[in-house]
Each structure stands twice: as structure tokens, then as C-alpha cells.
T-cell receptor
Framework: GEKVEQHESTLSVREGDSAVINCTYTDTASSYFPWYKQEAGKSLHFVIDIRSNVDRKQSQRLIVLLDKKAKRFSLHITATQPEDSAIYFCAASKNNNNNAPRFGAGTKLSVKP | EAAVTQSPRNKVAVTGGKVTLSCNQTNNHNNMYWYRQDTGHGLRLIHYSYGAGSTEKGDIPDGYKASRPSQENFSLILELATPSQTSVYFC??????????FGPGTRLLVL
């Protein structure tokens, strides 16, 4: 089955700098790649996604890049703020009936003032 | 706003006991999921369902059963709880290849 690897377990940046979190996946049939944020002690909520028909998507300070050849996708957070500090999870799923998303292990991002 | 609720929010169980974790969604989503979160492992898929009456095994189904009696409800059952099942459990709902909405989580401690 699909396996998603999240390369950075922790990441520390200065406020205002950019942060980049990288993920790879194994199944070439995967075509939907969402990202979720988990603040300390809370549940996960959706932040941005990308589908395989595009290679870049931006929503305000968040940019997702997808390289289908390398089976790699990444989340770029620009102009980081302390409230960006959280655990970020990447996920991947296939466009089969009844296919469930698989998640990476998470990246704990710390934004230092 | 999509809503997924879980009960109980915290549970202490004894080894060998039966534990039932419940999840309810008001989103009318077809798909529901159970994951567990452990440090170093991220979110691992236990069971999922694509509609009332259906359950599918995820990546780590051993020791767990699931039940989807209705569109709204999806339960995770630990028939014989073990300390290795101590974890935080998240339920989610969503449609195929679309945003998942997560519940608040259940902290389970098996002694």
C-alpha cells in the first residue's frame, strides 16, 4: 500500500523566514495530497491541498509544490509567524473507490521570535 | 461548519477489558476513518468505512474491530485491550479525495 515519508521530524526557523517541509510517497497512482496542521494539544485541521493535475498551488502564505516524477511534494510557509508553530502532516491518497489517505509522521515546526 | 465528535474524550481501561470508542459526524460524509497517533509514527490508519454497513481494514487493524451502523456513527472496538493500544485515537470524516474533518481525539490509557 501507499507509504508517505515526511523527511523532517522537527524544524526550527526565525520569525519572518520561510519554512519548507518535504514529503515523498511510493504509489504512482496517488493523486491527492493534503496538508494538515495540529496545534499543541489539539486536533488536526486542513490547511491546503494539491491535486496531481497541477504542480503548484498557493493560498496566502502557503505554497505546495508537487513533483510527480520524483514522487515528492512540499509545503512552503513564507514569512513565518509564531502562530505557525505546530505539527504539520502530509498525506496522500489514490483516486480509487474507497481509498483512505495515508499520513506522514509529522513535522514539528517551531517559529522563534 | 463540519462537525465530528468523539466519546469518550479520555478513557482508562484495564488490560483484557473491552473498550468502545464512538464517533459521530453531522457532515453527511460517506467516508469515515479511525487513526491512532503515536510519537514517531504520525497518524496510522486502523479501519475505515465508505458507508453505513461497511468497514475496511487499514494498515494496523490487528486487535481492533470497527462498526458503522449508520451514516453518522462509526465505532472502534477493542475487544481485549492491551497496553500497546495506549494512544490518542482520532476519527475523521470526508469524501473521496477531499478534505478530512477530524474529531477532537480520545486519549486511551490501558493499564
Amino acid at each position: 500500500g501507499e507509504k508517505v515519508e515526511q523527511h523532517e521530524s522537527t524544524l526550527s526557523v526565525r520569525e519572518g523566514d520561510s519554512a519548507v517541509i518535504n514529503c515523498t510517497y511510493t504509489d504512482t497512482a496517488s493523486s491527492y495530497f493534503p496538508w494538515y496542521k495540529q496545534e499543541a494539544g489539539k486536533s488536526l485541521h486542513f490547511v491546503i491541498d494539491i491535486r496531481s493535475n497541477v504542480d503548484r498551488k498557493q493560498s496566502q502564505r502557503l505554497i505546495v509544490l508537487l513533483d510527480k516524477k520524483a514522487k515528492r511534494f512540499s509545503l512552503h510557509i513564507t514569512a513565518t509567524q509564531p502562530e505557525d508553530s505546530a505539527i504539520y502532516f502530509c498525506a496522500a491518497s489514490k483516486n480509487n473507490n474507497n481509498n483512505a489517505p495515508r499520513f506522514g509522521a509529522g513535522t514539528k515546526l517551531s517559529v522563534k521570535p | 461548519e463540519a462537525a465530528v465528535t468523539q466519546s469518550p474524550r479520555n478513557k482508562v481501561a484495564v488490560t483484557g477489558g473491552k473498550v468502545t470508542l464512538s464517533c459521530n459526524q453531522t457532515n453527511n460524509h460517506n467516508n469515515m476513518y479511525w487513526y491512532r497517533q503515536d510519537t514517531g509514527h504520525g497518524l496510522r490508519l486502523i479501519h475505515y468505512s465508505y458507508g453505513a454497513g461497511s468497514t475496511e481494514k487499514g494498515d494496523i487493524p490487528d486487535g481492533y474491530k470497527a462498526s458503522r451502523p449508520s451514516q453518522e456513527n462509526f465505532s472502534l472496538i477493542l475487544e481485549l485491550a492491551t497496553p500497546s493500544q495506549t494512544s490518542v485515537y482520532f476519527c475523521a470524516s470526508g469524501e473521496q479525495q477531499d478534505t478530512q474533518y477530524f474529531g477532537p481525539g480520545t486519549r486511551l490509557l490501558v493499564l
